[in-house]
């Protein structure tokens, strides 16, 4: 259930983050979970005004206090035995096809260092700063299944991440993908390319300054357990499920 949970945590958030009203949309999950003001205020340490204030637009919620609300949501849904929180994860069970792993790191690792644990080939002119995560994508599913507003929910906490795509032809693909979404990662990693990488994936990586990276480990198994030793990862952040 905590996997569960957790994805269903990040969709909330996400949605929370990106509206246009961020206190409409808490207004509207915490309705959904069937959650007073009173009840929530209470489970975060806030008075009720507190929360009335956000849902009102009288305050801008920040990251920390949108997760600290998540977190109270699902705390409170789980001592009611989870009901919204497994009929959210049935509507979420397509949307995380194609996902292999999503991590976020409790520090930022270098460049550098994903360069050499994913045996890279830099195909761009580009490189990032610190990088906070990772999601790993099976990109026939990926690409099927995600739309690009959509992208958001494998973003994790954050979008300064490489998005890796496997069982990669050419690259192009991936890249169009990356190219229409509206939140762009910090890098792009694809793997799977046996001949040359198309041009037109590299030239989309130049025109939207992306570090395009090659990868040239033998399996997407391999490819996981690499970038699994990178980093602490921030898995077990948030709520005890």
């Known amino acids: 259930m905590k996997t569960t949970a957790l994805a269903v945590a990040r969709r909330i958030a996400g949605d929370i983050v990106m509206s246009a009203s961020p206190g409409a949309a808490m ?36 990251a920390r206090f ?44 270098r460049f550098d260092e994903l360069l050499a644990a ?9 490189t990032a700063e610190r990088i906070y995560g990772y999601t790993i994508l099976d990109s026939l599913e990926a690409i099927e299944v995600f739309e690009g507003n959509e ?6 906490m954050t979008s300064e991440r490489a998005l890796i795509f496997t069982r990669v032809g050419t ?40 570090p395009l990276i090659l990868s040239t480990l033998r399996s997407v198994n391999e490819l996981v357990e690499r970038l699994a030793k990178l980093a602490p990862s921030m898995e077990n952040r948030g709520s005890s499920l």
Do not use: C
């Open 151 to 156: 992208f958001i929910y494998i973003m994790g």
């Open 66 to 109: 949108v997760k600290r609300f998540v977190e109270a949501l699902l705390e409170i849904d789980a001592e009611r035995g989870w009901p919204v929180t497994r009929k959210l994860a049935r509507h979420l069970t397509v949307e995380e096809r194609g996902v292999i792993e999503l991590r976020d790191f409790e520090e930022g690792i």
């Open 27 to 62: 207004k509207k999950w915490r309705e959904l979970f069937g959650v007073t003001r009173s009840e929530i205020a209470k489970r975060m340490g806030v008075n009720p005004t507190v929360i009335s204030d956000y849902e009102r637009g009288r305050r801008q919620p920040g």
């Open 118 to 126: 994913v045996d890279g080939v830099l195909l761009t002119s580009h």
């Open 171 to 210: 690259g192009r693909s991936p890249m169009i993908a990356v190219r229409v979404a509206p939140i762009k990662p910090a890098v792009v990693v694809i793997h799977g390319p046996r001949e040359n990488v198309d041009p037109l994936a590299i030239r989309l990586a130049e025109a939207e300054r992306l």
